[in-house]
């Protein structure tokens, strides 16, 4: 579902489920999530949503009407990218069968995650509210850059979902995505040069991560694949940790040079 869509043409009379997720892998393009739990309840469909790039923090979808809010612990919740783990969060008649499922098939947290996660949750709004403002400092930073063609942070004026993302969002998050003018030659170099940002897949964690979404998420998508979701073979996707944010862009400053 991309950001535009009208959810009643989503909507078929086969439908029984609607999954989505705003702030969009890997172009930070936003859904209305209330418009969508609004179409799915009158329909009788469940919403479900992926809420891992927002985090809890910044953005509540079950106050806006959706079934099931789910995130990826592995990533901001825990936040040092020492666990990996998931959460599911909706009714109590929607969760509790989930809840017996996951006892049947046994995919129980062992102590020691458990442990690191409940320590990680004590700090995050604190991380969250850092994240934020890191990111949009280095979103502003590649915005003012002549080098980098296009950024997308819901947080930016420019940003073609920053009314929906200021109505549902009370924080913009720590993802950002940049566009080298589409060369992949020119993305990869840039990668390869960042020193203190690290190239990994992963997201939400102290430690600031890039990755190239061709490589990652959109690996062996066509021309025609890559041109509806909107990615281009020159995107970087950057997880803004939490570091000196100067640290941040005068590493994103040298590499931009390659
Ligand atoms: C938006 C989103 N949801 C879910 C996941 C899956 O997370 P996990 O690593 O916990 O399996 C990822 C992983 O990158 C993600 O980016």
């Not at 008649?93 to 499922?101: N, S």
């Not at 940003?159 to 020119?186: E, N």
Request: charged share 20%; glycine share 8%.
């Amino acid at each position: 579902m991309c950001s535009s869509a009208n959810p009643d043409r989503v909507i078929g009379p086969r439908t029984r489920i609607v999954w989505f997720e705003s702030p969009i892998n890997p172009t930070l393009r936003c859904v209305d999530v209330k418009r969508v739990a609004d179409a799915c309840r009158a329909r009788g469909v469940m919403s479900v949503i992926d809420n891992t790039f927002a985090s809890p923090i910044n953005q509540q979808p079950l106050a806006m009407g959706v079934d099931l809010a789910m995130q990826s612990a592995t990533k901001y919740l825990n936040g040092h990218s020492d666990v990996t783990g998931g959460v599911v969060t909706g009714s109590k008649a929607l969760v509790d069968p989930i809840a017996k499922a996951r006892r049947q098939l046994g995919t129980v947290m062992d102590p020691h995650p458990a442990y690191a996660l409940g320590r990680g949750l004590k700090t995050l709004p604190l991380r969250v509210a850092r994240h934020n403002a890191n990111a949009d400092a280095v979103a502003q930073f590649l915005a003012r850059d002549k080098r980098v063609t296009c950024v997308f942070y819901p947080g930016l004026a420019t940003h073609p979902d920053h009314a929906i993302a200021k109505r549902q969002m009370t924080g913009f998050g720590g993802m950002v995505c940049f566009d080298l003018d589409g060369s992949y030659d020119r993305a990869a170099r840039v990668y390869d040069r960042l020193k203190i940002i690290k190239r990994a897949a992963s997201l939400g964690g102290v430690e600031s991560l890039i990755s190239m979404p061709v490589l990652t998420s959109q690996w062996g998508h066509t021309d025609a694949q890559l041109r509806e979701a909107g990615v281009t073979r020159g995107m970087l996707r950057l997880s803004v940790g939490l570091e000196d944010p100067e640290d941040v862009i005068a590493d994103l400053d040298q590499a931009l040079e390659s």
